[in-house]
């Protein structure tokens, strides 16, 4: 299983946009990184996944270089509400059972 | 659309009592899987299912029991309960076993006296 490596915690603003590395040195082929979002009292919810390149959604963007060996989740202009622990995960793609949660990096949103 | 729902939401034990934490999907999904939280930590998978009256071991399985007896059920259980598995337990369903994203439950936050 690929071990991750990310902050284990970011300040930011309100109306700024964060970025969060994650490191990820032995992906493998089949492997996809995936970023969850953890609320205080809630469980995590799925963020964005992807292979290669830029993947963006409603929620965030997802950058990773060609070596695939990190991977930066980019929230743009965070608001209060976007305080949460962030999740990188590195996925084999034919198994769930796989999934490896860290202990995250703790983005806190200031006013 | 209730998603994936787990009862009871909090729950105190006392060492060797017993206990099952519910826990149901209503997205007919496949995979359905069983996590703790534990303080300032990372989940860790404990049992999961992909699909009724298949079940297997996570990474920490040892406490806890599974059945699948339908596919919108996955029960936990807790046969005799120690002070260690106080945690916050997270279920999770998926559509298909494979690289598909984990919808979780709330949580249920169990304290082991």
């Known amino acids: 299983l690929a071990k991750t490596t990310q902050p284990i915690s970011m300040d930011s603003y309100e109306g700024q946009e964060v970025n969060i590395t994650c490191s990820h040195n032995n992906i493998a082929t089949n492997d996809y990184i995936t970023w969850y979002q953890q609320f205080p009292s809630q469980g995590p919810r799925f963020i964005i996944q992807?292979?290669?390149t830029k993947v963006t959604n409603e929620v965030a963007s997802l950058f990773i270089p060609a070596d695939r060996k990190s991977s930066t989740l980019s929230l743009p202009r965070v608001s209060l509400s976007d305080t949460a622990v962030y999740y990188c995960l590195v996925v084999p793609s034919y198994n769930n059972n796989d999934m490896r949660f860290g202990a995250g990096t703790r983005l806190t949103v200031k006013p | 659309n209730a998603g994936v729902t787990q009862t009871p939401k909090f729950q105190v034990l006392k060492t060797g009592q017993s206990m099952t934490l519910q826990c149901a999907q209503d997205?007919?999904?496949?995979?359905m899987s069983w996590y703790r939280q534990d303080p300032g930590m990372g989940l860790r998978l404990i049992h999961y299912s992909v699909g009724a009256g298949i079940t297997d071991q996570g990474e920490v399985p040892n406490g806890y029991n599974v059945s699948r007896s339908t596919t919108e059920d996955f029960p936990l259980r807790l046969l005799s309960a120690a002070p260690s598995q106080t945690s916050v337990y997270f279920c999770?369903?998926?559509?298909?076993?494979?690289?598909?994203?984990?919808?979780f439950g709330s949580g249920t936050q169990l304290s082991v006296l």
């Open positions: 997205m007919n999904h496949e995979y």
């Open positions: 992807g292979y290669k």
């Open positions: 999770a369903s998926s559509e298909i076993a494979t690289n598909e994203k984990l919808f």
